[in-house]
T-cell receptor, first 112, second 115 residues
Framework: EDQVTQSPEALRLQEGESSSLNCSYT??????LFWYRQDPGKGPEFLFT???AGEEKEKERLKATLTKKESFLHITAPKPEDSATYLC?????????????FGKGTSLLVTP | GAGVSQSPSNKVTEKGKDVELRCDPI?????LYWYRQRLGQGLEFLIY????????KSGLPSDRFSAERTGESVSTLTIQRTQQEDSAVYLC?????????????FGEGSWLTVV
């Protein structure tokens, strides 16, 4: 069975304090690994898709990386506006069609 | 439209009543997904439509849940005889097609409270 585990569940950072969020996965054939940001009361906002081990993508202060077992979302010099829940999801060859299988998320709080 | 549109944004219903939630996908998107997000939980897949193919209903939790889609446009998720455990945010998403390499965009969700 496909599994997606995110850690930590919650993370509190000072503004400017860089850190990484982890997404570990086990799937029967990875089509893609997705990162989303979700603000309270809002729908998930797309950040990145990674398709193969070794791939990296960047957007502003965020950088996502992928290995065969996990993905990291690196946050460099975060600002308070980066506070949100970050969701990881996998799209697997053996999954329900092309549906995404989500982890429970990491709740990030960045304080001034 | 510019994004995935869902209505109503909030719905409070009495236990045992039926509810309908609507999703209007991004124009031109042939794939449409419904997810449920309970408070403090991850997103649970419910159902997926791809063009005119038979929908994948494997995530529907019970026969009280059903969904329809007219062609490649609007979809309706219906919950019959609602129960308190149905209280959640129901999120709709769409993508250009269902293949790899297609970004899946989410709406803002319909918040359902069953009292």
């Amino acid at each position: 069975e496909d599994q997606v585990t995110q850690s930590p569940e919650a993370l509190r950072l000072q503004e400017g304090e860089s850190s990484s969020l982890n997404c570990s996965y086990t799937v029967s054939g990875l089509r893609g690994l997705f990162w989303y940001r979700q603000d309270p009361g809002k729908g998930p906002e797309f950040l990145f898709t990674l398709y193969s081990a070794g791939e990296e993508k960047e957007k502003e202060r965020l950088k996502a990386t992928l290995t065969k077992k996990e993905s990291f979302l690196h946050i460099t010099a975060p600002k308070p506006e980066d506070s949100a829940t970050y969701l990881c999801a996998v799209q697997a060859a053996g999954n329900s069609g092309y549906a995404l299988n989500f982890g429970k998320g990491t709740s990030l709080l960045v304080t001034p | 439209g510019a994004g995935v549109s869902q209505s109503p944004s909030n719905k409070v219903t009495e236990k045992g009543k039926d509810v309908e939630l609507r999703c209007d996908p991004i124009s031109g998107h042939t794939a449409l997904y419904w997810y449920r997000q309970r408070l403090g939980q991850g997103l649970e897949f419910l159902i997926y439509f791809q063009g005119n193919s038979a929908p994948d209903k494997s995530g529907l939790p019970s026969d009280r849940f059903s969904a329809e889609r007219t062609g490649e446009s609007v979809s309706t998720l219906t919950i019959q005889r609602t129960q308190q455990e149905d209280s959640a945010v129901y999120l709709c998403a769409s993508s250009r097609t269902a293949g790899s390499g297609n970004t899946i965009y989410f709406g803002e969700g319909s918040w359902l409270t069953v009292v």
